[in-house]
């Protein structure tokens, strides 16, 4: 028996608070001066750069074999599964529609409008060309063109163009087929099997090494923040809020009306009862950063509200690898805000675009660890957003995404609720979902931590 370790890991938004403290400490007394036998800040600034350039490298085949992984395990009657995924996208339509309101009304990036500039300075490259600006504002494309420039021609494209798009297209066909022609074959170790199992051992390895760079993480923070404060000041800090305040407004008014209203006149739950007795769940969503890990509560929710288990068990075990409301919302949001500070004037095809990007991506991370940290980089170069600004941009969001990361947590489970009100609604046949695994229940290279 293995002895028990007498120490406990700091969690990452701790770690990342340390991060921000000291680097802002040692950018605050050094400024761009050199210390430590010449070392300068703008040299640690380059932690920032090494590690979002890895996560964008991994993000890409992480995505695609977790859609793989997921098509060739999940088992779902193909009526309840169709009525799921109905829901599913009717709901994240709706978040989509409320992002796109409050980012195109408020407009509350151009409080960023002119500081972004300084971020442009902290990493290898320069300001976007005139012609770069011209393709990221062009609105002579249609909706619809702009859909189909992003079907990958060949099947190594999307992996090498970093496609996000292309590459979650692509995993959906490749896993559809594997999924059929494993159902059809009674060889149980045949080379379909065989190569199911494949992917899951890749997935796992996938998974480990984004452990490993998570680790590294705060120490990225450190660098970037210090870089920052010693060429801007610590001044730069006090336009994060209004980072937060959007994101934040555009959760809350998707989580607290949206969903107790459709609860309530659908689903004939009363905001009474759908948040006083989901309150449990949301507050576990919201201390452990994930939806995935709440589905034990979720489940002692939904039972409190009277739905059915069959329902609750598909939305809650089943769904909430597809309930990413809140990572899509999110993901949406930060792409407009920034491309509103950098004076982006993006058509409404583009910020499509960037919507469909931001869905795509949110159904692709199910059961991949810090899913927003991963996908973000992708939804910002969907939105057109130079890699410099992406790269800059990034580790200074982290300073306040552990806070958002909880309210997103926290809407994926209300979502998880919603859903099972309404499948209840239909009347799901016990038969066919008495045997359903939930995600505790299953085999898995690791356990998922979805935020």
Request: glycine content about 8%.
């Amino acid at each position: 028996m293995k002895p028990t370790p007498n120490w406990i890991p700091l969690p990452l938004y701790t770690q990342v608070l340390i991060a921000v403290l000291c680097g802002g400490l040692l950018g605050a007394i050094f400024g761009q001066e050199p210390y430590l036998g010449g070392l300068r800040n703008a040299q640690l600034g380059k932690l920032g750069l090494f590690v979002v350039t890895l996560l964008k490298t991994l993000a890409i085949p992480l995505i695609f074999f977790a859609i793989l992984d997921a098509l060739i395990r999940t088992t779902i009657p193909l009526r309840q599964g169709g009525k799921l995924l109905g829901i599913c996208l009717v709901n994240v339509s709706v978040a989509m529609a409320i992002g796109l309101a409050i980012m195109n009304t408020w407009q509350p990036g151009l409080a960023w409008y002119g500081h972004v500039d300084e971020l442009l300075h902290l990493v290898p490259g320069a300001k976007p060309s005139a012609t770069a600006l011209a393709n990221v504002q062009a609105g002579s494309q249609s909706p619809i063109e702009y859909l189909a420039s992003y079907i990958p021609r060949t099947i190594t494209d999307p992996f090498s163009s970093n496609n996000i798009i292309g590459v979650v297209l692509l995993a959906l066909a490749l896993g559809s087929t594997l999924r059929l022609v494993r159902s059809k074959t009674n060889q149980a170790d045949g080379v379909v099997n065989a190569l199911a199992r494949g992917i899951g051992r890749v997935y796992a390895w996938l998974v480990q090494i984004l452990e490993w760079i998570i680790l590294v993480v705060p120490f990225a923070v450190f660098g970037v923040v210090a870089q920052v404060v010693g060429k801007a000041g610590i001044g730069v800090f006090s336009v994060l809020w209004i980072f937060l305040v959007a994101m934040l407004a555009g959760l809350a008014v998707h989580a607290l009306i949206y969903y107790p209203l459709v609860a309530w006149l659908v689903g004939k739950k009363s905001p009474k009862v759908y948040l006083g007795q989901g309150a449990d769940a949301v507050m576990t969503a919201v201390s452990c950063n994930s939806s995935l890990a709440t589905v034990p509560v979720t489940l002692r929710c939904l039972e409190r509200m009277k739905v059915s288990p069959q329902s609750a068990r598909l939305a809650a075990c089943v769904g909430t690898n597809l309930n990413n409301d809140g990572i899509t919302l999110y993901e949406a949001m930060a792409a407009l805000f920034l491309a509103q500070a950098l004076g982006y004037d993006l058509p409404m095809a583009k910020q499509v675009l960037i919507v469909l990007a931001s869905i795509i991506a949110g159904a692709g991370v199910a059961g991949i660890p810090e899913a927003g940290l991963i996908v973000l980089p992708l939804v910002l170069a969907a939105a057109g957003l130079p890699d410099q600004v992406i790269i800059a941009a990034i580790p200074l969001i982290m300073t306040v995404d552990w806070i958002i990361a909880r309210a997103r947590s926290g809407v994926n489970v209300l979502s998880d609720m919603l859903v099972a009100i309404l499948l209840d609604r239909g009347q799901v046949p016990a038969a066919e979902l008495e045997a359903m695994p939930c995600p505790s229940e299953t085999t898995h290279p690791r356990e998922p931590q979805i935020s």
